[in-house]
């Protein structure tokens, strides 16, 4: 059974910077696809950075080159570095895996920038 456990978020001020974390579960990233989301007051959960299938990482354009993500197959971790924050980064953020089965999400982190 996949699960995913998130760690970090909280509030930064505009251009700090903030580092989520995604604890899965064994060999999750063998079996799934990974993801971030996140979702805005009143707006819909959006994808912003996910690994291609050859492991290429894609950002959308709100967060490219602030953004990063990474992995540690020691750890079983799935990390969001996110750097330059804007207030519009206000949202609470998931982690996801896009497995056989269906998407397992994280819990969610809540992320504030204030400005």
């Known amino acids: 059974q996949v699960q995913l456990v998130q760690s970090g978020g909280g509030s930064v001020e505009v251009g700090g910077s903030l580092r989520l974390s995604c604890v899965v579960s064994?060999?999750?990233?063998?079996?799934?696809?990974m993801g971030w989301w996140r979702q805005a007051p009143g707006k819909e959960r959006m994808l912003i950075a996910t690994?291609?299938?050859?492991?290429?990482?894609s950002y959308a354009n709100d967060v490219k080159g602030r953004f990063t993500i990474s992995r540690d197959n020691v750890k079983n971790t799935y990390y969001l570095q996110m750097n330059s924050l804007k207030t519009e980064d206000t949202a609470v953020y998931y982690c996801?895996?896009?497995?056989?089965?269906?998407?397992?999400w994280g819990q969610g982190s809540q992320v504030t920038v204030l400005s």
């Open positions: 064994e060999n999750t990233f063998s079996r799934c696809g």
């Open positions: 996801g895996a896009v497995c056989a089965l269906g998407l397992v």
């Open positions: 690994n291609e299938t050859d492991g290429t990482p």
